[in-house]
């Protein structure tokens, strides 16, 4: 069963730091990853997909990257500020077309 | 284009009662997936519905179902409630492709609290 792993759990950083989140997950046999926000009590809001057959998306000040090989996905945040502080969260979609998602990182930017 | 829309958006339901909630995905997306999220176990995947078909289940009770409507709109139904079942309820619709363009945008989801 396809096991997805985010670390670290919580990041507090102050406005205007890089910072990368990880996901890992168990099984490559994966036909997407993608990442998501979600701020409290709300839906999840969707910034970036990857493919399988991709390295890494970006999408202004996020950057995505996956080694599928490896079981890996980061997502950088070039220059956070106060309105990035949300969960992140990542999710796998297998290619038995079942979703799987990590239990998330919660992050503060601290003005 | 509007977004994807939940109702109700909040339930409060005793043990033992059903409950039924609705989803209306993005006009044109065809697949709709369902989801629980609490605080526990994070967010786990239910069912996925394509073209009124459910394509896709996860690992949960017979008591949780759903079914598609020709227009793709989308319902989840979980009969004999349980406290366990308290959770945030979501549901993303996407344009199915090959699997690997799948997108999924999420509903705003609806608050089921079991007492």
């Known amino acids: 069963k396809q096991e997805v792993t985010q670390i670290p759990a919580a990041l507090s950083v102050p406005e205007g730091e890089n910072l990368v989140l990880n996901c890992s997950f168990t099984?490559?046999?994966?036909?997407?990853l993608q990442w998501f926000r979600q701020d409290p009590g709300k839906g999840l809001t969707s910034l970036l997909l990857?493919?399988?057959?991709?390295r890494e998306q970006t999408s202004g000040r996020l950057n995505a990257s996956l080694d599928k090989s490896s079981g890996r996905s980061t997502l950088y945040i070039a220059a956070s500020q106060p309105g990035d502080s949300a969960t992140y969260l990542c999710?796998?979609?297998?290619?038995?077309?079942?979703?799987?998602f990590g239990t998330g990182t919660s992050l503060t930017v601290i003005p | 284009k509007a977004g994807v829309t939940q109702t109700p958006r909040y339930l409060i339901k005793t043990r033992g009662q059903q409950v039924t909630l609705s989803c209306s995905p993005i006009?044109?997306?065809?697949?709709v997936s369902w989801y629980q999220q609490t605080p526990g176990q994070g967010l786990q995947f239910l069912f996925e519905?394509?073209?009124?078909?459910?394509?896709n289940k996860g690992n949960f009770p017979g008591r949780f179902s759903g079914r598609q409507f020709s227009n793709s709109r989308s319902e989840m139904n979980v009969s004999t409630l349980e406290l366990g079942d308290s959770a945030l309820y979501l549901c993303?619709?996407?344009?199915?492709?090959?699997?690997?363009?799948?997108?999924?945008?999420f509903g705003p989801g609806t608050r089921l609290t079991v007492l």
């Open positions: 993303a619709s996407s344009v199915p492709g090959t699997g690997e363009t799948d997108t999924q945008y």
């Open positions: 099984d490559s046999a994966i036909y997407n």
């Open positions: 990857i493919q399988s057959s991709q």
């Open positions: 999710a796998v979609r297998s290619t038995g077309n079942q979703f799987y």
């Open positions: 006009s044109g997306h065809r697949s």
């Open positions: 519905y394509f073209s009124e078909t459910q394509r």
